[in-house]
């Protein structure tokens, strides 16, 4: 992977992190799983490899129109305040990648510039789902860690098998998509995709 590949990556999702726009955001997480896709095809030796990739590609464009259906059946009457602003959020992603890099051992990938990669991925996703109020948001905050992730499997030395990446890719996606339905879930409740919302409830 090159440097201006990784870089785009973490733009990408930084820019989750950032933006106010549902949709500008599930764009930029697609996006990224393409780029991640593409990443997979250009380096395929085998015919396992590229069917890998382009369960990447298939898993990106599905996950792009789920969203895309959820934002458009659940319709904010007003937008939903982050609980911080998007520069401090940039400031806590920021610095949770320092402190990754700092103290989470090399992986031993053959690529020295995915590791940082990676780790900026996770720590993205994570900023984003803790850091804001939208169930939906939450939820890319998960993709996003799921696409550093997919990022190690496709830089790994030793891949595993295609049946064990696409079961894995599977199973990502299926997550994904529940926790969707639950934003929609919620939204068809409480008529905003508020996690806020959920303290009301009592046992």
Do not use: K, W, Y
């Amino acid at each position: 992977m090159t440097v201006a590949m990784g870089s785009l990556l973490i733009g990408l999702g930084l820019g989750v992190v950032v933006v106010r726009r549902r949709s500008v955001a599930i764009a930029l997480v697609t996006t990224q799983a393409l780029v991640l896709a593409a990443i997979a095809l250009r380096q395929a030796g085998t015919a396992s490899d590229t069917v890998a990739g382009l369960a990447l590609v298939m898993r990106a464009v599905a996950l792009g129109a789920l969203f895309f259906v959820a934002v458009a059946r659940s319709r904010e009457r007003q937008p939903l305040r982050a609980r911080v602003t998007p520069m401090v959020r940039a400031g806590l992603a920021v610095v949770l990648i320092l402190i990754f890099t700092a103290l989470v051992p090399a992986f031993g990938l053959p690529s020295r510039h995915a590791e940082p990669v990676e780790l900026a991925l996770v720590a993205a996703g994570l900023t984003c789902a803790v850091t804001r109020r939208s169930t939906l948001f939450q939820v890319l905050g998960i993709v996003l860690v799921e696409n550093g992730l997919a990022l190690a499997g496709i830089e790994a030395p030793h891949a595993s098998s295609v049946i064990i990446e696409l079961g894995v890719t599977l199973d990502l996606t299926l997550v994904v998509g529940v926790a969707a339905l639950f934003h929609l879930r919620i939204f068809s409740e409480f008529g905003a995709g508020d996690s806020a919302a959920l303290r009301s409830l009592r046992d």
